[in-house]
């Protein structure tokens, strides 16, 4: 069983930064694939970025080059840090976790709980 706990969220205005933390239970956090989604009010949740247990990354083109998805296996944590932040960009983040491949929407074994972004414009 792994828990996942995000953390990090909160309200910027444009332009500004965040760095979202999420930190996972468990001592086989290098065999599991971490992703980042979000869920704006009123919309489908959606993929942000992942890394692999390879260390592969992926990223939504909505947040290339603003997004960095890093990790680190030592503290069981991934991070994404957000520059350049829109209004866009607010919604629910959530940390997934899938063993040895990358979690998408549909297929995931384990949710954090969520943290909420706001940006104000």
């Known amino acids: 069983q792994v828990q996942l706990v995000e953390s990090g969220g909160g309200l910027v205005q444009a332009g500004g930064s965040l760095r979202l933390s999420c930190a996972a239970s468990?001592?086989?956090?290098?065999?599991?694939?971490m992703g980042w989604f979000r869920q704006a009010p009123g919309k489908e949740r959606e993929f942000v970025a992942a890394s692999s247990s390879g260390g592969i990354i992926y990223y939504a083109d909505s947040v290339k080059g603003r997004f960095t998805i890093s990790r680190d296996n030592a503290k069981n944590t991934v991070y994404l840090r957000m520059n350049s932040l829109r209004p866009d960009d607010t919604a629910v983040y959530y940390c997934a976790a899938r063993a040895w491949r990358v979690p998408t929407i549909h297929v995931s074994d384990y949710w954090g709980q969520g943290t909420q972004v706001t940006v104000s414009s």
């Open positions: 468990g001592r086989t956090f290098n065999n599991y694939g």
